[in-house]
Protein backbone atom coordinates (compact mmCIF):
# COMPACT_ATOMS: atom_id res chain seq x y z
CA UNK A 1 0.00 0.00 0.00
CA UNK A 2 0.83 3.24 -0.98
CA UNK A 3 -0.14 6.63 -0.57
CA UNK A 4 -0.48 9.96 -2.74
CA UNK A 5 0.13 13.31 -1.62
CA UNK A 6 -0.89 16.18 -3.75
CA UNK A 7 0.31 19.24 -4.08
CA UNK A 8 -1.80 22.32 -4.50
CA UNK A 9 -1.73 25.86 -4.51
CA UNK A 10 -1.90 29.18 -6.09
CA UNK A 11 0.24 29.59 -8.73
CA UNK A 12 3.97 30.68 -8.02
CA UNK A 13 4.13 29.32 -4.72
CA UNK A 14 6.81 27.07 -4.77
CA UNK A 15 4.84 23.84 -5.63
CA UNK A 16 6.94 22.16 -8.58
CA UNK A 17 10.32 23.29 -6.89
CA UNK A 18 9.28 21.17 -3.71
CA UNK A 19 8.07 18.57 -5.72
CA UNK A 20 11.64 18.60 -7.03
CA UNK A 21 13.34 18.69 -3.82
CA UNK A 22 11.27 15.62 -2.10
CA UNK A 23 11.73 13.04 -5.00
CA UNK A 24 15.39 14.81 -5.71
CA UNK A 25 14.50 15.15 -9.32
CA UNK A 26 14.25 17.93 -11.61
CA UNK A 27 10.82 15.91 -13.47
CA UNK A 28 8.84 19.26 -12.34
CA UNK A 29 9.30 21.90 -14.60
CA UNK A 30 10.12 25.17 -11.84
CA UNK A 31 9.61 28.15 -13.61
CA UNK A 32 8.63 31.97 -12.94
CA UNK A 33 5.41 32.03 -14.77
CA UNK A 34 1.67 31.27 -13.50
CA UNK A 35 0.32 27.79 -15.14
CA UNK A 36 4.10 26.18 -15.35
CA UNK A 37 2.66 22.70 -14.30
CA UNK A 38 -0.27 21.70 -16.67
CA UNK A 39 -0.44 17.96 -16.64
CA UNK A 40 0.49 16.34 -13.24
CA UNK A 41 3.96 15.36 -12.23
CA UNK A 42 4.29 12.00 -10.32
CA UNK A 43 7.26 10.85 -7.95
CA UNK A 44 7.69 7.78 -6.41
CA UNK A 45 10.05 8.50 -3.46
CA UNK A 46 11.21 5.38 -0.74
CA UNK A 47 10.15 6.49 3.13
CA UNK A 48 13.02 6.60 4.63
CA UNK A 49 13.30 4.66 7.95
CA UNK A 50 16.35 3.70 10.00
CA UNK A 51 14.91 0.22 11.36
CA UNK A 52 15.00 -0.91 8.23
CA UNK A 53 18.55 -0.47 8.42
CA UNK A 54 18.77 -2.07 12.09
CA UNK A 55 17.15 -5.10 11.19
CA UNK A 56 18.90 -5.82 8.10
CA UNK A 57 21.72 -5.76 9.46
CA UNK A 58 20.93 -8.26 12.21
CA UNK A 59 18.93 -10.47 9.33
CA UNK A 60 22.04 -10.13 7.20
CA UNK A 61 19.67 -9.50 4.32
CA UNK A 62 20.26 -9.27 0.85
CA UNK A 63 18.53 -5.97 0.35
CA UNK A 64 16.25 -4.06 1.64
CA UNK A 65 13.38 -2.63 0.41
CA UNK A 66 11.56 0.86 1.84
CA UNK A 67 7.43 1.01 1.54
CA UNK A 68 6.99 4.18 -0.95
CA UNK A 69 4.99 7.35 -0.93
CA UNK A 70 4.03 9.62 -4.09
CA UNK A 71 4.23 13.10 -4.46
CA UNK A 72 1.79 14.54 -7.80
CA UNK A 73 2.52 17.99 -8.72
CA UNK A 74 -0.93 19.53 -9.64
CA UNK A 75 -1.37 22.42 -11.77
CA UNK A 76 -1.38 25.97 -10.03
CA UNK A 77 -5.07 27.41 -9.07
CA UNK A 78 -6.66 30.51 -9.28
CA UNK A 79 -9.97 32.26 -8.37
CA UNK A 80 -12.81 30.82 -10.53
CA UNK A 81 -11.18 27.35 -11.03
CA UNK A 82 -14.76 25.59 -10.31
CA UNK A 83 -16.55 27.76 -13.00
CA UNK A 84 -13.25 26.75 -15.33
CA UNK A 85 -10.67 29.70 -14.46
CA UNK A 86 -7.34 28.94 -15.69
CA UNK A 87 -6.64 24.95 -15.27
CA UNK A 88 -9.34 24.97 -12.70
CA UNK A 89 -10.94 21.72 -14.33
CA UNK A 90 -7.86 19.67 -14.77
CA UNK A 91 -6.71 20.87 -11.35
CA UNK A 92 -9.52 19.87 -9.58
CA UNK A 93 -10.16 16.34 -11.10
CA UNK A 94 -6.31 15.94 -10.60
CA UNK A 95 -6.90 16.73 -6.59
CA UNK A 96 -9.85 14.13 -6.77
CA UNK A 97 -7.23 11.10 -7.32
CA UNK A 98 -4.76 11.48 -3.79
CA UNK A 99 -5.00 10.76 -0.77
CA UNK A 100 -3.99 13.76 1.23
CA UNK A 101 -3.29 17.44 0.13
CA UNK A 102 -0.72 19.17 0.36
CA UNK A 103 -1.68 23.25 0.71
CA UNK A 104 1.72 24.74 -0.23
CA UNK A 105 1.29 28.76 0.88
CA UNK A 106 3.38 31.44 0.23
CA UNK A 107 5.08 32.87 3.02
CA UNK A 108 8.13 34.99 1.53
CA UNK A 109 8.76 38.42 0.12
CA UNK A 110 9.99 38.69 -3.18
CA UNK A 111 10.21 41.09 -5.86
CA UNK A 112 11.64 38.08 -8.49
CA UNK A 113 9.06 35.89 -8.11
CA UNK A 114 6.18 36.90 -9.94
CA UNK A 115 2.73 36.61 -7.17
CA UNK A 116 -0.66 36.63 -8.97
CA UNK A 117 -1.84 38.54 -6.01
CA UNK A 118 -1.02 42.06 -5.43
CA UNK A 119 0.71 40.90 -1.89
CA UNK A 120 1.60 37.90 0.00
CA UNK A 121 -1.44 36.89 1.89
CA UNK A 122 -1.14 33.31 3.14
CA UNK A 123 -4.36 33.34 4.98
CA UNK A 124 -6.50 34.58 2.18
CA UNK A 125 -4.58 32.58 -0.43
CA UNK A 126 -5.51 29.50 0.95
CA UNK A 127 -9.01 30.43 1.86
CA UNK A 128 -9.21 30.86 -2.51
CA UNK A 129 -8.56 27.61 -3.15
CA UNK A 130 -10.91 25.68 -0.19
CA UNK A 131 -13.63 28.06 -1.48
CA UNK A 132 -12.68 26.80 -4.60
CA UNK A 133 -12.54 23.18 -4.13
CA UNK A 134 -15.83 23.51 -1.50
CA UNK A 135 -17.84 25.25 -4.80
CA UNK A 136 -16.64 22.35 -6.88
CA UNK A 137 -17.98 19.73 -4.47
CA UNK A 138 -21.43 21.80 -4.02
CA UNK A 139 -21.91 21.52 -7.90
CA UNK A 140 -20.79 17.68 -7.56
CA UNK A 141 -23.50 16.95 -4.93
CA UNK A 142 -26.26 18.95 -6.56
CA UNK A 143 -25.88 16.89 -9.79
CA UNK A 144 -25.67 13.27 -7.52
CA UNK A 145 -28.76 14.08 -5.81
CA UNK A 146 -30.67 15.46 -9.17
CA UNK A 147 -33.91 12.88 -9.02
CA UNK A 148 -32.25 10.49 -12.12
CA UNK A 149 -29.02 10.38 -10.35
CA UNK A 150 -30.33 9.66 -7.17
CA UNK A 151 -31.74 6.49 -7.28
CA UNK A 152 -28.03 5.39 -7.93
CA UNK A 153 -27.30 6.16 -4.07
CA UNK A 154 -27.03 4.15 -1.45
CA UNK A 155 -28.40 5.05 1.57
CA UNK A 156 -24.96 5.79 3.72
CA UNK A 157 -23.70 7.95 0.53
CA UNK A 158 -26.79 9.73 0.09
CA UNK A 159 -27.10 10.89 3.92
CA UNK A 160 -23.19 11.96 3.63
CA UNK A 161 -24.19 13.94 0.45
CA UNK A 162 -26.84 15.48 1.69
CA UNK A 163 -25.76 16.87 5.26
CA UNK A 164 -22.86 18.25 3.05
CA UNK A 165 -25.03 20.31 1.10
CA UNK A 166 -26.06 21.10 4.57
CA UNK A 167 -23.31 22.35 5.65
CA UNK A 168 -22.03 24.18 1.97
CA UNK A 169 -24.91 26.16 2.22
CA UNK A 170 -24.98 27.46 5.73
CA UNK A 171 -21.43 28.16 6.02
CA UNK A 172 -20.38 24.74 8.68
CA UNK A 173 -17.14 23.25 8.44
CA UNK A 174 -17.89 20.34 6.31
CA UNK A 175 -15.31 18.41 7.81
CA UNK A 176 -17.47 17.95 11.19
CA UNK A 177 -18.52 15.02 8.93
CA UNK A 178 -15.90 13.20 10.63
CA UNK A 179 -17.52 12.76 13.62
CA UNK A 180 -20.57 11.05 12.40
CA UNK A 181 -19.17 9.17 9.51
CA UNK A 182 -16.13 6.58 9.57
CA UNK A 183 -13.03 7.51 6.86
CA UNK A 184 -14.34 4.48 3.97
CA UNK A 185 -17.85 6.29 3.99
CA UNK A 186 -16.00 9.62 3.73
CA UNK A 187 -13.45 8.71 1.01
CA UNK A 188 -16.52 6.62 -1.22
CA UNK A 189 -18.41 10.42 -1.54
CA UNK A 190 -14.80 11.72 -3.51
CA UNK A 191 -15.66 15.32 -1.79
CA UNK A 192 -12.54 17.39 -1.90
CA UNK A 193 -13.28 19.07 0.91
CA UNK A 194 -13.04 15.91 3.26
CA UNK A 195 -9.60 15.13 2.10
CA UNK A 196 -7.04 15.05 4.91
CA UNK A 197 -4.79 18.32 4.75
CA UNK A 198 -1.20 19.35 5.52
CA UNK A 199 -0.24 22.71 5.36
CA UNK A 200 3.31 23.66 3.99
CA UNK A 201 4.47 27.38 4.79
CA UNK A 202 6.59 27.95 2.08
CA UNK A 203 9.32 30.76 3.91
CA UNK A 204 13.06 31.63 2.63
CA UNK A 205 16.09 31.06 4.02
CA UNK A 206 15.97 33.08 7.26
CA UNK A 207 12.56 31.60 8.26
CA UNK A 208 13.55 28.21 8.37
CA UNK A 209 13.61 27.64 12.17
CA UNK A 210 11.23 29.83 13.39
CA UNK A 211 9.29 30.72 10.71
CA UNK A 212 7.83 34.93 10.35
CA UNK A 213 5.23 36.89 10.49
CA UNK A 214 3.34 35.37 8.26
CA UNK A 215 3.65 32.37 9.49
CA UNK A 216 2.40 33.27 12.91
CA UNK A 217 -0.19 34.67 11.72
CA UNK A 218 -1.14 31.73 9.90
CA UNK A 219 -1.04 29.36 12.89
CA UNK A 220 -3.13 31.46 14.96
CA UNK A 221 -5.62 31.23 12.46
CA UNK A 222 -5.61 27.13 11.40
CA UNK A 223 -3.70 25.96 14.28
CA UNK A 224 -0.10 24.31 14.19
CA UNK A 225 -0.82 20.61 14.59
CA UNK A 226 -1.41 20.09 10.21
CA UNK A 227 0.87 22.98 9.59
CA UNK A 228 4.64 22.75 8.56
CA UNK A 229 7.36 25.46 7.99
CA UNK A 230 9.92 24.00 4.98
CA UNK A 231 11.95 26.22 2.36
CA UNK A 232 11.83 24.32 -0.76
CA UNK A 233 14.70 26.69 -2.32
CA UNK A 234 16.46 25.40 1.06
CA UNK A 235 15.08 21.62 0.61
CA UNK A 236 16.55 21.52 -2.72
CA UNK A 237 19.84 22.55 -2.14
CA UNK A 238 20.10 20.08 0.62
CA UNK A 239 19.14 17.30 -2.14
CA UNK A 240 22.19 18.21 -3.97
CA UNK A 241 24.82 17.28 -1.81
CA UNK A 242 26.05 14.40 -0.60
CA UNK A 243 25.12 12.80 2.37
CA UNK A 244 27.72 13.90 4.68
CA UNK A 245 27.75 17.17 3.19
CA UNK A 246 23.70 17.30 3.79
CA UNK A 247 24.57 16.69 7.55
CA UNK A 248 26.82 19.42 7.85
CA UNK A 249 24.82 21.96 6.12
CA UNK A 250 21.62 21.19 7.91
CA UNK A 251 23.32 21.57 11.05
CA UNK A 252 24.74 24.79 9.93
CA UNK A 253 21.39 26.83 9.19
CA UNK A 254 19.57 24.89 12.02
CA UNK A 255 17.77 22.19 10.28
CA UNK A 256 16.79 19.27 12.39
CA UNK A 257 15.19 17.03 9.70
CA UNK A 258 14.44 17.58 5.93
CA UNK A 259 11.20 18.83 4.46
CA UNK A 260 10.51 14.86 3.56
CA UNK A 261 10.91 13.48 6.93
CA UNK A 262 8.41 16.35 8.52
CA UNK A 263 5.96 15.41 5.60
CA UNK A 264 5.64 11.68 5.86
CA UNK A 265 5.79 11.58 9.71
CA UNK A 266 2.37 14.15 9.08
CA UNK A 267 0.95 12.31 6.15
CA UNK A 268 1.13 9.16 7.83
CA UNK A 269 -0.57 10.68 10.87
CA UNK A 270 -3.33 12.37 9.31
CA UNK A 271 -4.04 9.37 7.03
CA UNK A 272 -3.57 6.80 10.31
CA UNK A 273 -0.82 4.45 8.83
CA UNK A 274 0.91 2.29 10.31
CA UNK A 275 4.46 0.31 9.27
CA UNK A 276 5.10 -3.61 9.81
CA UNK A 277 8.53 -5.12 8.54
CA UNK A 278 9.19 -8.42 6.77
CA UNK A 279 13.03 -9.63 7.43
CA UNK A 280 14.84 -12.76 6.58
CA UNK A 281 18.24 -13.80 4.67
CA UNK A 282 17.02 -12.50 1.48
CA UNK A 283 15.46 -9.17 1.97
CA UNK A 284 14.28 -6.17 4.77
CA UNK A 285 10.82 -4.77 3.77
CA UNK A 286 8.70 -2.20 5.01
CA UNK A 287 5.15 -2.56 4.09
CA UNK A 288 2.10 0.51 4.70
CA UNK A 289 -0.56 -0.36 6.74
CA UNK A 290 -4.21 1.31 8.25
CA UNK A 291 -4.13 1.27 11.97
CA UNK A 292 -6.27 -1.02 13.53
CA UNK A 293 -4.78 -3.64 10.82
CA UNK A 294 -6.05 -7.61 11.50
CA UNK A 295 -3.19 -9.44 10.69
CA UNK A 296 -4.71 -11.56 7.64
CA UNK A 297 -5.07 -7.72 6.39
CA UNK A 298 -1.80 -7.42 6.55
CA UNK A 299 -1.11 -10.50 5.16
CA UNK A 300 -3.07 -9.30 1.83
CA UNK A 301 -0.49 -6.09 1.18
CA UNK A 302 1.87 -8.94 1.06
CA UNK A 303 -0.09 -11.25 -1.46
CA UNK A 304 -4.10 -11.83 -1.97
CA UNK A 305 -3.51 -15.71 -1.25
CA UNK A 306 -1.78 -14.84 2.10
CA UNK A 307 -4.47 -13.08 3.20
CA UNK A 308 -7.30 -15.72 2.20
CA UNK A 309 -5.44 -18.71 3.26
CA UNK A 310 -3.76 -17.12 6.36
CA UNK A 311 -3.53 -19.49 9.87
CA UNK A 312 -1.60 -17.40 11.94
CA UNK A 313 1.70 -14.47 12.04
CA UNK A 314 4.54 -15.23 13.93
CA UNK A 315 4.65 -11.84 15.54
CA UNK A 316 8.06 -10.10 17.22
CA UNK A 317 8.01 -6.35 18.20
CA UNK A 318 10.69 -4.30 16.88
CA UNK A 319 12.58 -3.60 20.48
CA UNK A 320 12.33 -7.48 21.12
CA UNK A 321 13.75 -8.36 17.47
CA UNK A 322 16.49 -5.64 17.82
CA UNK A 323 16.81 -6.54 21.87
CA UNK A 324 17.30 -10.77 20.71
CA UNK A 325 19.13 -10.34 17.93
CA UNK A 326 16.55 -11.77 15.60
CA UNK A 327 14.38 -14.21 14.93
CA UNK A 328 16.06 -16.90 16.78
CA UNK A 329 17.07 -15.37 19.85
CA UNK A 330 13.54 -14.03 19.81
CA UNK A 331 11.47 -17.11 19.72
CA UNK A 332 14.32 -18.96 22.09
CA UNK A 333 13.52 -16.04 24.76
CA UNK A 334 9.87 -16.26 24.59
CA UNK A 335 9.31 -13.08 22.71
CA UNK A 336 8.11 -14.49 19.64
CA UNK A 337 3.96 -14.75 19.80
CA UNK A 338 1.83 -16.52 17.64
CA UNK A 339 -1.08 -14.40 16.70
CA UNK A 340 -4.27 -15.40 15.18
CA UNK A 341 -7.27 -13.92 12.66
CA UNK A 342 -8.06 -11.02 15.15
CA UNK A 343 -4.65 -9.49 15.87
CA UNK A 344 -4.15 -5.79 15.66
CA UNK A 345 -0.98 -5.50 13.87
CA UNK A 346 1.55 -2.99 15.97
CA UNK A 347 3.76 -0.17 14.15
CA UNK A 348 7.03 -1.46 14.06
CA UNK A 349 5.87 -5.40 14.07
CA UNK A 350 8.66 -7.41 12.44
CA UNK A 351 5.82 -11.03 10.89
CA UNK A 352 6.04 -13.77 9.14
CA UNK A 353 2.85 -15.25 8.08
CA UNK A 354 1.93 -18.55 8.20
CA UNK A 355 -1.22 -19.60 5.03
CA UNK A 356 -2.62 -22.59 3.55
CA UNK A 357 -2.37 -22.88 -0.43
Keep these: MSFKCGIVGLPN ?29 VGIVPVPDIRLENLAKISKSKKIINTTISFVDIAGLVKGASKGEGLGNKFLSHIREVDAIIHMIRCFDSDDIQNVNPDVNPIR ?29 DEEQLKILEISLDYINNGKDISLLKNDFNKKQL ?23 NGNDYTRKFIDKFGKENTLIISADIENQINELENGEKKNYMEMIGLKETGLN ?9 LELDTFFTSGLEETRAWTIQKNCTAPKAAGEIHSD ?15 FVTNDGWLNSKTNGKMRLEGKDYIVKDGDILNFRFNT
Excluded: H, W
Design 13 to 41: VGKSTLFNALTNSSKAQAANFPFCTIDPN
Design 125 to 153: DLEIIETEMMLADLESIQKRLEKNNKKNI
Design 187 to 209: NQSGLLSLKPKIFVCNVDEKSTQ
Design 306 to 320: FEKGFIRAETISYTD
Design 262 to 270: MLIKKGYNI
